[in-house]
């Protein structure tokens, strides 16, 4: 299996710009996390999606960012405009779920840098 | 929201050390894995175990679900293990997002 893709795996954008980050997960998972990492806050959660659908975006920092799965095979998480302190690592993860296992795969990630 | 605490934050041995890792949550949960981010910043699943015990290799952890804490034990540690690892919960039923502690960095010296 080729585990979670994503990308691209760097992005350098200009304050402003819209950045659109994509995930492909697991095939066969159901359930789909976007996460993001900065010195400051840690490891946290953007939002998750169960069978396509969203379930909590309770983690998302404000209405610049949106995210989408029209599909089991793929995610974009959008930021428009960005800003500066958007800079930080950004993780996508999958799950089997469906209660065989919750175990979260995490792919390489995005490393986002806004100017 | 559920917290999660690791100790100790910093940690340096030598290569062929023993360490023990903790991780404390603040309420039940069904999931907790335990993750090694390596220096390319890759996040490596090493254990789902939100209850009892599991061994893989040199790498070992137990989770007592009802004092509410986990630990992750590594024998004979190499090089290769240094990092930073975390321990990362969810409470909510079936698939939830997880929330991570601040990891604890560890440092093998030749």
């Known amino acids: 299996d080729a585990g979670v893709i994503q990308s691209p795996r760097h992005e350098v954008t200009e304050m402003g710009q819209e950045v659109t980050l994509r995930c492909k997960p697991i095939s066969g998972h159901n359930s789909l996390f976007w996460y993001r990492q900065t010195m400051m806050r840690g490891l946290e959660l953007l939002i998750y999606f169960n069978n396509n659908v969203p379930i909590d975006d309770s983690g998302m920092p404000e209405d610049r960012f949106s995210a989408k799965m029209p599909n089991a095979s793929f995610s974009t998480l959008k930021i428009q405009p960005s800003e500066p302190r958007d800079s930080a690592v950004y993780f996508c993860a999958s799950s089997p779920s469906q209660g065989l296992s919750d175990t979260q795969y995490f792919g390489p990630g995005t490393r986002l840098t806004v100017l | 929201g559920i917290q999660v605490e690791q100790s100790p934050p910093d940690l340096i041995l030598q290569e062929g050390a023993n360490s023990t890792l903790r991780c404390n949550f603040s309420?039940?949960?069904?999931?907790l894995q335990w993750f090694h981010q390596n220096p390319w910043g890759q996040l490596i699943n090493l254990f789902y175990i939100p209850s009892g015990t599991k061994q893989n290799g040199r790498l070992s952890a137990t989770t007592v679900a009802t004092e509410r804490y986990s630990l992750l034990y590594i024998s004979s540690s190499q090089t290769t293990d240094s990092g930073v690892y975390f321990c990362a919960v969810a409470s909510g039923g079936g698939a939830d997002g997880l929330t991570f502690g601040k990891g604890t960095h560890l440092i093998i010296q030749p």
């Open positions: 309420d039940s949960v069904n999931n």
